[in-house]
């Protein structure tokens, strides 16, 4: 089995519903390694790129707004990439199917994920679904830097003249 990344979000109504040590817990059954974590306020762009295969479904504009945590009164994602074999399958497989309702109750989205009244799966959790889609999701989501060895071609730029905000 080929090494791969993987990854993962904790979306808000995970934080919110203070699912992200279960999360964890599950997670860490694979035996995966940690190779990145954030926690952030996620912007409209970035939930827009983010889900931009969506953009023509009817549900877009709320997946965003749930993605960007207007539903559930915070502006927190937790973003975590994973690394080991097989580790696309093998955190799909925890993490359970797109519509909470057909998860397997076992999974996390079956244990914890619901349906809107206005039809959004709020499914708890975001986990890549192929090597190409953890490619550009993990570039979206991280900075080289900001990730445990070198898992894709980097490049060095020069920059003249930055502002950078700094603590008071
Ligand atoms: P996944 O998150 O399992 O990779 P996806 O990429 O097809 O699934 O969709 C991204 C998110 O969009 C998904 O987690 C929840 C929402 N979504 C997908 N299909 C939906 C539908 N038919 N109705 C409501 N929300 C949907
Ligand atoms: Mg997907």
């Known amino acids: 089995m080929a090494v791969e990344q993987t990854l993962v979000l904790i979306k808000p109504d995970g934080l919110v519903k203070s699912l992200t ?34 953009k023509d479904k009817p549900f877009f504009d709320e997946l965003v707004h749930y993605l960007m945590g ?21 955190v799909r497989q925890i993490v359970g199917h797109t519509n909470p309702e057909e998860a397997d109750p076992v999974s996390v989205r ?18 890549s679904s192929s090597t190409e889609d953890a490619e550009k999701e993990i570039k979206l989501w991280f900075k080289p830097d900001e990730v445990v060895g070198d ?8 920059i003249t003249s930055v502002n950078e905000r700094v603590w008071a």
């Open 21 to 54: 040590g279960n999360i964890l817990s599950r997670l860490s059954e694979t035996k995966l390694v940690i190779i990145a974590s954030r926690v952030l306020t996620v912007s409209r762009e970035l939930a827009e790129e983010h889900y931009a295969h969506l």
């Open 151 to 158: 898992i894709y071609p980097t490049r060095e730029i020069v």
């Open 70 to 90: 207007d539903l559930h009164h915070t502006h927190r994602v937790m973003a975590l990439v994973y690394q080991g074999e097989g580790a696309i399958a093998k």
């Open 110 to 127: 079956g244990a914890y994920g619901r349906i809107t009244t206005t039809g959004v799966f709020e499914n708890v959790v975001h986990a």
